[in-house]
């Protein structure tokens, strides 16, 4: 089954601390993306972060960085110097074909 | 700015009455998806079109159906909402080349 599992429904953070988001996913297939999408509670879903999984070298995008470990299957977030503005729910996400298929998410509440 | 627009923001419907949402893009992609989010779950697809050619998710409901007269706009149909069919609908496109997606604001359902 071609699958993605977050299991951590819910996360908090203290402002300006790092926190981890797990990903977990299942495919036969080599060569896909990975993706993880935050949807703050006005409901816009954004692009945080896009991993070719091709490339051995993590993702960054400034206090986003990505853990991929192709072998295990495994897809994390970390946010760094967490701020207020990134509560949100965080999807991971990848292309099945042309499809993007995402987990159940995980709701980050950062904490001032 | 190239993007994805939906109208309308919100919808409220009556239980069986046809309702239509829609969805317009600039970004000439020639992959559009529409999504069904229910409250604090990850979105589901329902179908997609990848230029003219219509795919559909083998358990989206007869009632959900979708037109794309050309490549800039798409259109969900909902013949008889239900209660049940009360959500978020996000639309989004793509190239096609897996690499990227692009989302809408999305439309609230409303059925009463």
């Known amino acids: 089954a071609q699958t993605v599992t977050q299991s951590q429904p819910e996360m908090s953070v203290q402002e300006a601390e790092t926190v981890t988001l797990s990903c977990t996913y299942d495919?036969?297939?080599?060569?896909?993306?990975l993706f993880w999408y935050k949807q703050p509670p006005s409901r816009q879903m954004i692009l945080v972060i896009r991993q070719e999984a091709y490339k051995q070298q993590n993702a960054t995008e400034n206090r986003f960085s990505v853990n991929f470990q192709k072998a295990a299957k495994s897809f994390s977030l970390k946010i760094s110097d967490s701020q207020l503005g990134d509560t949100a729910m965080y999807f991971c996400?990848?292309?099945?074909?042309?499809?993007?298929?995402f987990g159940a998410g995980t709701i980050l509440r950062v904490k001032s | 700015d190239a993007m994805v627009i939906q109208n309308p923001r919100y919808q409220v419907t009556q239980f069986g009455k046809p309702v239509t949402l829609s969805c317009s893009q600039t970004l000439n992609h020639n992959v559009m998806y529409w999504y069904q989010q229910k409250s604090s779950q990850a979105p589901k697809l329902l179908f997609h079109?990848?230029?003219?050619?219509?795919?559909n998710e083998a358990d989206t409901p007869d009632n959900f159906q979708s037109r794309r007269p050309n490549t800039s706009f798409c259109f969900l149909d909902i013949r008889s909402p239900g209660l049940g069919d009360a959500a978020m609908y996000l639309c989004a496109t793509s190239r096609g080349d897996r690499a990227g997606y692009t989302f809408g604001s999305g439309t609230r359902l409303t059925v009463v």
């Open positions: 079109y990848y230029d003219k050619d219509f795919n």
């Open positions: 996400a990848w292309t099945y074909g042309n499809k993007l298929v």
């Open positions: 495919t036969s297939e080599n060569n896909y993306y």
